[in-house]
Each structure stands twice: as C-alpha cells, then as structure tokens.
C-alpha cells in the first residue's frame, strides 16, 4: 500500500517544523545563557517527540528537560529548576503552571506551543536514576541514535493508526502505547506494516528486548518490552490488556481489510441522539447515571479515582444481586463526571438467602439457629440458611444509601472524591445528559470497539 497521501497529511508542514525548531531553540538559549550566566551547573535539553521528528502534525509539544549533576542536593534541584522555568516564562511574557510528576514541574504556553520546563538528573545509565523523568534524555538519545534514516515516518503510521484505533496513549485514562513504545517497536520490526504483521501473533507476554538483558522474567504484564535504558523496566507497564488485546485485533483487522485508508481517519459517523436513546430503550436494561461534581486535580490523579470508585460500585451492586451488565464512567475534565451502569435487573423479590455454615460444623450451626431462630432456618443441599428480607429491592435505593456519610466507606471511593459526591451526586436520565462528548461516550458504550474494525 502507498503511504503517501496519509503521510503528507500527518507529517508536521514545513511551516510547523520551522516555527518548533525557532521556538524551541529560542527557549533552550535562554536558558543555557541563564545557567552560564548564573553560575548554575546545568543544561537544557530538547527531548520528546520533536527532538526524535516522531510527532504528527498538530502535536507538537515541547519538553525541555534541564538537567543537573547527580550530586546536586534534590531540594536545590527542584528549587533552580523552577525557578529557571519561570525566569524562562516571564521572558517569553508566558504564565507557569506547576504540575506534579516525581518532582514539581512547569507547563506553559508560548507562541501556541504546550510547552513542559522539566528539572531532572543527567544520568549515564538506568542504574543511576533518581526521580522515573530522569530516563527521558536517555530514551531521546537512544532514539535518535537507533531510528533509520526514514523510519521517523514509520512511526507516525503507526501513532496515527493507534491513534484512530484508540490504543494511543499511555495515560490512565486511555491506558494504551506510549509513543517511546511507538518508536522502539519500529526500530525492532523496521516498519509500520512489519510491526502490524508480528502483533498479529502476539500472545500474552510478548516480550521485546533490544538490548538482550534478559530481564524479561521480572514481569508479568501483557506486553514486556524491555527499555534499552535501563534493563529494570518495562516500558509496556502502563498498558493495559483490554488496549493491548485491541491493538492485536485491530492488526488483524487491518491486515484483512479492503478499506486500509480508513483505519488513519476517525470513524465517519453521523450521532443521532434519538437513535441512541431509542437504542437504550430496545435493550430493555436498567440505565442507572450517576452525574456529581469533581474537584480540581490533575487529570492522572482524577482518572484513576473515577474507575476506582466505577468499580467498586459496580462490585458492591453485583454482590447484592443487582447485575451489573456493562458499566463505565465519564467525565468532561473540568466541572462534573458520570458514572454509568447498565442492569439486568430493575427490581429484585423482598427476601433472599442468608447463607450459613455448613451442617458439620456442630457448633457453628447451634450459634446460627439460635441467632435466627430454629423455625426460619433450613438447608440447601449441605448449607444451613435462612431466608432474610431484603433491605433495598431497586438499586437506585441501594445506590442512595450507598452515597451517605454513613456507608460511603463500603465503596472504594477515590480519596479526592468522597465529598464533592457525598455534597453533589444525582441519579439523572441518560436523556438529559446526551449532548455532545456525551453521546460519543454512549455511542461507544452501546458499540464497544468499534475504532478497531473499519
């Protein structure tokens, strides 16, 4: 297949390169003049995606990274690097943000470019690491050093392809390839197509490793890919198995498909609300949705917290013979979040059984009869049991009683979460809500992986 009319989309423009490479340097000057200036043993350097030419069009961010000797003092280290990221922000009339990683760092915007001022150690080897940001110098130059001539554009297939597929992305709330994983899997297999060909055959495991440490064994995860950079990690860690199962099944899917171009653009299709909600309706499910306020947290911070809490509703209606079918959540990363369940049942009968020991253990069986009385017990095959009304019969009055301060402990609530909840939380109609990211939530909801096949 020629690749040429998608790559002259997602390649950066001439235009683009020329304006990061400007920028970029700009903002690497300033800094390396401070440093000398000042006195301070440090050095700014270009890393990420623009330093490898690995970033689509659109997507360039830049991450600078200034690094110092690793006998600087870890306080010293946060406090200069700060402090040079915001000499660097007022000369290029920007606002800091401060955002958390290992250490602090500072996120800006300048000339329309995210840009990331990241304090690190300059280390050799993985051995020497101090803070997990320290390996990135590392993975840039290994990068740079390993990727062919031409195989930069190898890599923007393949990130444009995951992209389009939902498996881009390692942070929480898409769990799939980071783009360091991207480049690596291209240096190993040579090309996009090659790389879709071997992950194909993937199995549970899979394990790459460039550098042949054997280190493989350490880890248990889907996918094991070993960083060249320091024989102790996987750069796999992060994905997840449903991403890493997609991104299989979307190979496959690609491979055997007569519509190749389509898997670079997103899915063509027209979101009708009714038509969504009518769908609902004809599943005949019980549609619970749960919409309460969120605080201001960091987004990897706030994602966990969400599936957490989904989760552990989701078990606690389960174990109290409320069905749960399918569930997700979904948040707009601003001002509210959703959390969706669909049932099997709507409504449950007033009594259900209270197991209790089995009828060979004497004892436990006198302190049962004796607790619950000998005319309300009697066995299920080897079990004495009784049959105990039912405190909540619909899950939505299971739900609100969940949702107080007196049994909100029960669930597994992420810890930021617990009183916007407790102060904000409504059981809302579906209806009310299908609007815009929303309805792409529910699309994707009633049609699960349909980004894999075209």
């Known amino acids: 297949m020629d690749y040429k009319i998608i790559l002259d989309e997602i390649k950066p423009t001439e235009e683009e390169k ?63 690097g700060l402090d040079l990221a915001h000499q660097c922000c007022d000369a290029f009339n920007a606002e800091p943000y401060h955002q958390f990683a290992s250490h602090p760092y ?52 393949l990130k444009r392809f995951m992209d389009m597929t939902g498996t881009y992305g390692s942070e929480f709330k898409v769990g799939g390839f980071a783009g360091y994983l991207c480049e690596l899997l291209i240096i190993k297999y040579g090309t996009f197509e090659n790389t879709l060909k071997e992950a194909a055959d993937w199995q549970f495991g899979h394990t790459i490793d460039l550098m042949e440490y054997g ?53 063509n299709k027209y979101l009708d609300k009714d038509s969504i909600l009518n769908e609902f309706k004809a599943r005949e499910s019980n549609m619970i949705a749960i919409k309460f306020d969120i605080p201001q947290i960091p987004l990897d911070t706030l994602h966990p917290q969400l599936k957490k809490t989904a989760d552990s509703l989701k078990r606690q209606l389960d174990k109290n013979d409320f069905l749960v079918f399918q569930h997700d959540y979904w948040t707009d990363e ?28 004497r004892q436990a069986c006198d302190n049962f009869i004796e607790k619950f009385s000998l005319e309300n017990c009697y066995l299920l095959d080897d079990m004495l049991v009784y049959n105990a009304k039912r405190e909540f ?6 739900i609100s009683n969940l949702l107080t301060k007196e049994h909100i402990s029960i ?44």
């Open 18 to 80: 020329d304006k990061v490479r400007d920028v970029s340097g700009h903002l690497l000057d300033f800094l390396n003049d401070k440093c000398y200036v000042s006195g301070i043993d440090a050095e700014a350097v270009l890393v990420g995606s623009v330093a490898k030419k690995t970033y689509l069009r659109g997507k360039s961010d830049i991450d600078i990274f200034i690094s110092f000797p690793l006998s600087t003092d870890k306080k010293d280290l946060k406090q200069m």
């Open 106 to 157: 500072v996120t800006t915007e300048i000339d329309g470019f995210k840009i990331d001022f990241v304090p690190c150690y300059q280390i050799d080897d993985g051995s020497q690491l101090k803070s997990a940001v320290d390996r990135t110098i590392l993975h840039t130059k290994f990068v740079q050093a390993n990727l062919k001539e031409g195989q930069n554009e190898e890599v923007l297939l």
């Open 215 to 267: 280190t493989a064994k350490m880890f248990k995860d889907p996918l094991i890919c070993i960083d060249p950079t320091d024989k102790n990690r996987n750069v796999g860690a992060a994905l997840r198995l449903d991403k890493y199962s997609q991104f299989i099944q979307s190979a496959r899917n690609y491979l055997n498909s007569d519509k190749k171009y389509e898997y670079f653009y997103p899915l």
């Open 334 to 361: 601003e001002s509210c979040a959703v959390i969706l369940l669909e049932l099997a049942v709507s409504k449950l009968n007033n009594i259900k059984v209270h197991e209790g020991p089995r009828v060979y253990y």
């Open 393 to 398: 019969t619909t899950p939505e009055s299971f």
């Open 411 to 454: 669930i597994k609530v992420g810890k930021n979460l617990t009183e916007p909840i407790l102060d904000s939380y409504n059981i809302i109609d579906i209806e009310d809500l299908a609007n815009d990211d929303f309805l792409i939530f529910l699309d994707d909801f009633l049609y699960p992986n349909q980004h894999i096949k075209r």
